[in-house]
């Protein structure tokens, strides 16, 4: 069974808070990796791919641990306009081209 | 920019009622997705295709179909339909590469059934 695990939350952090999340994937076969944010009553939107690098953009990170199977997500200095829910996303490929989505974490980002 | 195009926005059914949820992308993908979100809820896979002609069920096919008679339009049809389809349906679509892809997804048609 390919499934993806996520933290729900909610994570309720300060402005300006460094905070962190992990998914797990049970399948070693996945091919690539994707953090997507929702926000309430929205469509869900990249936020970034993965690499097995890891990778950077502003204040996000996200890193891939093959071995462990996880990827992770750091947001540095939390901006209000951060709240929202992130996903992570897994694609096992194949014919099918199958994308396994995650339930999700909530991140609350207060003044 | 059009994207991936759902219509209706809105809509309220009367239980045993039929309607079509309209789908359409103009990225030349060759995968298209139907997704439902129920409140508080993750993604869940209604039907997908990897090409026109071509369709499979997900996770929660019962009371759905699909059909894909070109690569722009994927529409999802509810037959009978039942409270439990209340929800927020999800239309997308993604190219065919193995790697490096994006999934893009329509702004949603948000559906109760009365």
């Known amino acids: 069974r390919k499934e993806v695990e996520q933290d729900p939350g909610p994570f309720n952090v300060p402005e300006g808070a460094t905070v962190a999340f992990n998914c797990t994937y049970s399948?070693?076969?996945?091919?690539?990796f994707f953090w997507y944010r929702q926000d309430c009553r929205k469509e869900p939107k990249l936020l970034m791919s993965?690499?097995?690098s890891g990778n950077e953009d502003g204040r996000f990170t996200a890193q891939l641990n093959r071995a462990s199977q996880y990827i992770s997500l750091l947001i540095r200095d939390s901006k209000l306009s951060d709240s929202a829910t992130y996903l992570c996303?897994?694609?096992?490929?194949?014919?099918?081209?199958?994308?396994?989505f995650g339930k999700g974490t909530k991140l609350s980002v207060k003044p | 920019n059009a994207g991936v195009t759902q219509t209706p926005k809105f809509r309220i059914l009367k239980i045993g009622q039929s309607m079509t949820l309209q789908c359409t992308q103009d990225?030349?993908?060759?995968?298209m997705y139907w997704y439902r979100q129920d409140p508080g809820m993750g993604l869940k896979l209604i039907y997908y295709?990897?090409?026109?002609?071509?369709?499979d069920k997900g996770e929660v096919p019962n009371g759905y179909n699909v059909s894909r008679s070109t690569t722009e339009d994927f529409p999802l049809r509810l037959e009978l339909a039942a409270p439990s389809q209340t929800s927020v349906y999800f239309c997308?679509?993604?190219?065919?590469?193995?790697?490096?892809?994006?999934?893009?997804f329509g702004e949603g048609s948000w559906l109760t059934v009365v």
């Open positions: 996303v897994v694609n096992y490929g194949g014919s099918q081209g199958n994308l396994i």
């Open positions: 399948n070693s076969a996945s091919q690539s």
């Open positions: 993965v690499y097995s």
């Open positions: 997308a679509s993604r190219t065919d590469r193995v790697s490096g892809n994006t999934i893009y």
């Open positions: 990225m030349n993908h060759n995968y």
């Open positions: 295709s990897v090409g026109a002609g071509i369709t």
